[in-house]
Each structure stands twice: as structure tokens, then as C-alpha cells.
């Protein structure tokens, strides 16, 4: 079986490929994609060649971690899911190519295990689910956020959670004049508009390496930080500053299952709402468009590819 797919050839090489798909296995299933999300922070790096060293990288893959779509076949262990909608968090199914993260295919063969039913009703913001699975994880690990940096969508999803979890609104502090409009029921300032420096939380969503040194001048004493982004330079914070605050850094990494059903079941109470948060949709057939728009184009918070008109 084949199907058609975004292949990164290199750094800002893109094509769009027919692809030999793996043969399914008895616990395995079929999606056809409906949308599939492109990631403005792992992703971004593949594109521009500055991911660092990850296990499976190289080059030609298919990136993409946030599909949506249904389950239209399946072996033999799993033929109850045909039919099921659902978020697939990629896929390592190509004959050609690597699958870092692979899910940015027109179809796509996966475990049925990694097949999670989500609600058909949200469409392409279906999406968001891995990115509010991966807020949702920094918040599960640690204290909720006071301060938060960045208010790209990790950004706004880690408020939104925090409020649907029923702590206090954070902060947010967004460089991007154009970035600051969106804040639902919290406030989005410019750093230079905060005065405060005893925050006894804040999360980084920026993926800024060079932020740490004023992070921690605003840190209440024993604050902590979390590193809620993904680096691709090293980090490093001068000693004195950071010793005189006792302040603690924590690194929030992927999202778990737990997290996914815990988002899934915020979202169908109405706690979390996913609105407003594509701000961008294109053709697949238009994806050599749609990837450099996507990192290069400020206004741009998340871009969404339809596969539903790919022959």
C-alpha cells in the first residue's frame, strides 16, 4: 500500500512523496488523515537543520506528530476500531523514509495502541491534542505556573490548562506585540511591562536558550523553573544569581496516555477550550507552501494541512 506524504529531503527540502507503507500487523490499523498539524518547535529544527542528535534522525523523514483521522482497516486483533475517529502521534511506516515523527501522511499504519479515539466534533483542532497532552504533563510534574513565557499555543494551552484546573490566571510575557491579543482570562504583557520578581513558578515556552539568566532574577527565593519548550543550543545561567534564589529547574518532557485521557476528558467537559488556536490552514498539496509560512510568518500560531482532497 502507498500513500502520498510530506518528505523532508534535508534542511528546507521539502517534497511531496508517494510512499511504500509497512505491512500491517495483526494489532495494527489503517488511519486515513483527515488534518495533520505542523509543529512550530521540534518540527521548526528538522526544517532549519538545527535539531540536535535524536534517536531515528536523519534524512529523508516524514515529520509530524498531531494527526487526526479515522481508522478504515485493520488486522485482525484490532477490527472492532474501524470506524473510530482518532489522534494518532505519528507513525514509523515507510519503506523510504524515516518516520521522525512520521505522522504527516495521507495514511498512516500504527498500533491500535497508539490509536487514541478523540471526539470527531473538534475537526482539525483535533490536532491540539498532542501539544495540550504536552502542557498538561508540565503542569501534572511540578507547581502550576505563575509566569509563563511565550504565547505561542504551548503558551496559551499551559494558561488555558492552568485555569481549567482551577488555579490562579498566570501570567504571560510575549515579545510580539501582535502575540498579545488572544489572552482568555489571564494577561499577556511585554517583559518590560513586569515589574514583579517573586514568582514562585514560571514556565519557559519560548524555546529561547539565552532566557535563563532573567528567569531566575525573577524568581521568588526556592522558585522554580520549567523548561516546557525544546532547546536546540546549550543552556546555561550564571551560578551566583541562581544560588542566592535557591532556585530549581525542572525539564518537562513528552506527554503520557494518562495525560491524553486527562486532556480528552477537560475538553469534552467544556473546561478546556481548544478556539482560536489554528491560525492557519492549508491544502497538503500545498505543503511546500504551508511548512516555510508556518516557521517563517510571526502571525502564524499553528498551521494545519487538509489531506481530505489528496487523491
Request: aromatic fraction near 8%; proline fraction near 5%.
Amino acid at each position: 500500500m502507498e500513500a502520498l506524504a510530506v518528505t523532508l529531503e534535508g534542511p528546507e527540502r521539502l517534497a511531496l512523496r508517494t510512499l511504500e507503507l509497512t505491512a500491517q500487523k495483526p494489532s495494527d490499523v489503517l488511519v486515513e488523515t483527515a488534518f495533520s498539524g505542523i509543529s512550530g518547535g521540534t518540527e521548526k529544527l528538522l526544517w532549519n537543520g538545527q535539531m540536535p542528535e535524536f534517536p531515528g534522525m536523519g534524512y529523508p523523514l516524514v515529520p509530524g506528530y498531531e494527526s487526526v483521522g479515522r481508522i478504515v482497516d485493520a488486522g485482525a486483533e484490532a477490527k472492532s476500531r474501524i470506524g473510530d475517529w482518532v489522534f494518532a502521534p505519528g507513525a514509523n511506516c515507510y519503506t523510504e523514509a524515516r518516520g521522525l515523527f512520521g505522522g504527516t501522511s495521507q495514511r498512516l499504519v500504527v498500533s491500535s495502541t497508539r490509536a487514541f479515539t478523540v471526539s470527531e466534533s473538534l475537526g482539525d483542532a483535533g490536532v491540539l491534542h498532542a501539544l495540550a497532552a504536552t502542557a498538561l504533563h508540565a503542569i501534572n510534574g511540578g507547581t502550576p505556573p505563575e509566569l509563563i513565557i511565550g504565547h505561542g499555543v504551548l503558551g496559551r494551552l499551559l494558561a488555558r490548562l492552568t485555569i481549567a484546573l482551577g488555579h490562579s490566571a498566570p501570567t504571560v510575557w510575549e515579545t510580539h506585540a501582535g502575540r498579545r491579543e488572544g489572552g482568555s482570562g489571564y494577561n499577556v504583557i511585554a517583559p518590560d511591562q513586569d515589574e514583579r520578581r517573586d514568582y514562585a513558578s514560571i514556565y519557559d515556552a519560548s524555546g529561547d536558550e539565552k532566557l535563563l539568566d532573567t528567569l531566575i532574577t525573577r524568581l521568588a527565593k526556592g522558585g522554580e523553573i520549567t523548561l516546557a519548550g525544546f532547546y536546540s543550543k546549550r543552556l546555561s545561567f550564571e551560578f551566583a544569581p541562581a544560588f542566592m534564589a535557591e532556585a530549581r529547574l525542572r525539564i518537562a518532557a513528552e506527554w503520557q496516555p494518562d495525560d491524553l485521557t486527562q486532556t480528552c476528558a477537560l475538553i469534552e467537559s467544556g473546561k478546556l477550550n481548544l478556539t482560536g488556536l489554528i491560525s492557519d490552514r492549508s491544502s497538503a498539496a500545498d505543503a511546500s507552501e504551508a511548512y516555510p509560512r508556518a516557521f517563517g510568518d510571526p502571525d502564524c500560531l499553528k498551521m494545519v494541512l487538509d489531506w481530505r482532497g489528496c487523491a
